[in-house]
């Protein structure tokens, strides 16, 4: 048995093993299928071809590894067809073409509550989750206390851009205003365009170009910035200025979420958040 897998895991055909792995999985009955006189469990072939809309002939040469390099639609037909999870159809795209898929934009849902935990368990770190069109959806009591308390807004305005192009209070903290904006809005283009939101968000920047000059000015620029970590200056109205080391984390199998994580810059720093924290 043991040598049986081990061939297996070898075999030169991952793509044939995986997608026959991935039927035996499935039940007949659920798809409408007669579960009777069956050698094996799960869907039979012609079965996963019928539900892709592909020929049995072909499907069956997939998986013995004679079909070729299927195209995209059909690895597309054949994910949904055999029910596979995001991770597990980036898999079946890196099996048969070696990349993966185009990335698929899912609206994204709000922050779960071991997210919240995790965002919790950082004291003295403001931290925040935001969506692919920069809504806050998820902070710490960090945040609250050092970047704006955004539970006493109302949700529409707890977006990333709105505040810094339409709040001026807001905009007094930023001590490094002008490079700051135009850095988010070119960083918030090249996020959009790589997680595939482009036509989603399009309402969303026609107001934001209507709600400020400045914004419509950037966006005309058409720059695009990755921006990962670095780090920000502000001055607040109770302590003064504060720099602080940022990072951005995408959120696992939610593609639409990032979590933006700040940690002072310094020790006088630490000690200033400590102070917003802490009273």
Known sequence: MATDRLSMASSDNPLG?????????????????????????????????????????WYTWLEQG?????????LERLAR????????????????????????Y??????????QRVLDAMTYSPAFVRTVRWDIVGWNHAATKVLGDYAALPPERR?????????????????????????????FRAEMARVGASKDVEAFV???CELSDEFAAMWCDHDVRRQGEGTKHMRHPRVGAIALDYSVFAVDDAPGLSMVVYSPATPDDAERVRQLVDN
């Open 106 to 115: 899912l609206t994204p849902g709000g922050v779960t509550p071991r997210l």
């Open 159 to 187: 977006n990333s851009l709105r505040l810094i192009f339409g709040d001026p209070a807001i905009r007094e903290r930023m001590t490094e205003w002008e490079s700051d904006a135009r850095a988010m809005v070119a960083t």
């Open 17 to 57: 093993i995986f997608l026959k792995d991935r039927r035996a999985r499935l039940d007949p009955a659920t798809y409408g299928f007669s579960p009777s006189r069956r050698r094996t469990p799960g869907l039979r072939r012609e079965e996963v071809a019928q539900r892709a809309n592909v020929s049995a002939t």
């Open 206 to 208: 026609a107001e934001m």
């Open 81 to 104: 067809a055999l029910e596979l999870s995001a991770v597990e159809r980036e898999h079946l795209f890196l099996l048969a073409q070696h990349r993966p898929p185009e990335v698929r």
């Open 66 to 74: 004679r079909g070729g390099s299927p195209s995209a639609d059909v």
